[in-house]
């Protein structure tokens, strides 16, 4: 079955310093990968995405993904994070190509310590 | 671009009363739209996938007499719980993809938040 993994609970880190969200992926087939952000009581909001072409993959607010196949990785990254970065971080992959259903890791915390 | 909206985004009710809450795609048409569970600190459930103008699509161990779909227009789908209960509170969480463009992601609405007494 189509999944992805984010092994980490939460990821703290200070502000200035890179931001690093780690998720993995198990699929049959070529990965459709995404990765949204939460905030407190909203929805969720897109960040980017990865269907083909260049493994590294830029989106909003500065954050960057770079897709690994040979470790079936799709990390999430940010040169130097902010307070406002703190949030809830969800990874997503298509598990069905007539609807594009996603699956959701389990999510990750994001602390940004001022 | 790629508003979704949900209405209401919170909502308190009785045991035994029913609730609907609308998702709505603001500014493209929604060729299929999902909902979605959320409790707290956990990633989210899907519950069902709609189409517009088909029955929707539930995922196995969710009760589609209890949570019922309509997807009526390519801008509009409704989410009721009938009979709510406790155990039934939780965050509810639509998304939308837009059709017209071909993109494989979804848009999310912002939530609604029902609480069952």
């Known amino acids: 079955a189509q999944s992805v993994a984010q092994p980490e609970d939460q990821v703290n880190v200070a502000e200035g310093n890179p931001l690093t969200v780690k998720c993995t992926y198990s699929?049959?087939?070529?990965?459709?990968l995404f990765w949204y952000v939460q905030y407190p009581n909203r929805g969720l909001q897109f960040l980017l995405k990865y269907i083909t072409g260049d493994n590294l993959v830029k989106g909003s607010y500065g954050f960057e993904a770079e897709f690994n196949k040979s470790q079936t990785s799709f990390h999430l990254k940010k040169p130097s994070a902010l307070v406002s970065d703190s949030a809830l971080y969800f990874c997503?992959?298509?598990?069905?190509?007539?609807?594009?259903?996603?699956?959701f890791g389990k999510g990750n915390q994001v602390v940004v310590i001022p | 671009g790629a508003v979704v909206s949900q209405h209401p985004s919170w909502v308190i009710c009785k045991s035994g009363t029913s609730v609907k809450i609308e998702c709505r795609s603001l500014?493209?048409?929604?060729?299929?739209m999902f909902w979605y569970r959320q409790f707290p600190k956990q990633s989210l459930m899907l519950m069902a996938t709609s189409n517009e103008g088909s029955k929707a699509t539930y995922e196995q161990g969710v009760e589609k007499d209890k949570f019922l779909i309509n997807h009526a227009s390519l801008t509009l789908s409704t989410l009721t719980v009938t009979s709510a209960h406790p155990e039934d509170s939780s965050f509810y969480i639509c998304?939308?993809?837009?059709?017209?463009?071909?993109?494989?992601?979804?848009?999310f609405g912002p939530g609604t938040r029902l609480t069952v007494t």
């Open positions: 699929v049959s087939g070529n990965p459709y």
């Open positions: 500014d493209f048409q929604a060729t299929t």
């Open positions: 998304s939308a993809r837009d059709g017209g463009t071909g993109g494989y992601e979804q848009y």
């Open positions: 997503a992959v298509r598990v069905s190509y007539g609807n594009n259903r996603l699956a």
